[in-house]
């Protein structure tokens, strides 16, 4: 399985970024895509989450509003669309991926890509 993030770079604050992750390697049916993120220094923050084959999704209170996450199942991308950005958004920003059951914690995801950096100047 392999989940290629990509799509991040530095933006002014204010300013938006659309993040692709790439999944390859499986069939996705059932499992529940994630986008997280981890600042220098600190843990794996949940930011948003999709399940594969339905429209359900989840976000973290602090880019409700702001973040939109989705996915193409024909191009077996998700996305992460980033509008107003804010400096305390910067962080290498991550896409994973888990079976069936929702969840924001970060160790129960199965599946995990490389990061992308974003990084927000104020």
């Known amino acids: 399985v392999q989940l290629q993030a990509s799509g991040g770079g530095l933006v002014q604050a204010g300013g938006c970024l659309r993040l692709?992750?790439?999944?390859?390697?499986?069939?996705?049916?059932?499992?529940?895509m994630g986008w997280f993120r981890q600042a220098p220094g600190k843990e794996r923050d949940f930011v948003a989450s999709?399940?594969?084959?339905?429209?359900?999704?989840f976000y973290a209170d602090s880019v409700k509003g702001r973040f939109t996450i989705s996915r193409d199942s024909a191009k077996n991308t998700v996305y992460l669309q980033t509008n107003n950005l804010k400096p305390e958004d910067t962080a290498v920003y991550f896409c994973?991926?888990?079976?069936?059951?929702?969840?924001?914690?970060?160790?129960?995801?199965?599946?995990w890509g490389r990061g992308t950096l974003v990084i927000v100047s104020s």
């Open positions: 994973a991926a888990k079976f069936l059951a929702y969840s924001t914690g970060y160790r129960t995801y199965d599946y």
């Open positions: 692709s992750c790439a999944a390859s390697g499986r069939t996705f049916t059932n499992y529940v």
């Open positions: 999709i399940r594969w084959n339905g429209d359900s999704t």
